[in-house]
């Protein structure tokens, strides 16, 4: 699905990931957390990469955990 149904799906409660992905991505607060398969949990608006989570974003294979 594109990122416009998966932030629906959070704004829900919903976990979302890729399918590639051992982590994913859900709201806390005002803000979406990135939980990492390293066990690192980063907010969107703090990134270690902002191209690599845009280009997330644009992806179209986005799943409810």
Same mark, same amino acid.
């Given at each position: 699905?594109?990122?416009?149904?998966?932030?629906?799906?959070?704004?829900?409660?919903?976990?979302?990931?890729?399918?590639?992905?051992?982590?994913? !991505?859900?709201?806390?607060?005002?803000?979406?957390?990135?939980?990492?398969?390293?066990?690192?949990?980063?907010?969107?608006?703090?990134?270690?990469?902002?191209?690599?989570?845009?280009?997330?974003?644009?992806?179209?294979? !986005?799943?409810?955990?």
């Amino acid at each position: 699905m594109k990122f416009v149904k998966a932030l629906e799906l959070m704004k829900q409660g919903k976990k979302v990931k890729r399918p590639h992905w051992s982590g994913f !991505w859900q709201i806390e607060g005002s803000t979406v957390m990135m939980y990492c398969k390293d066990g690192r949990v980063l907010d969107i608006r703090n990134p270690d990469d902002v191209i690599y989570t845009l280009e997330n974003i644009a992806a179209e294979d !986005w799943e409810i955990v």
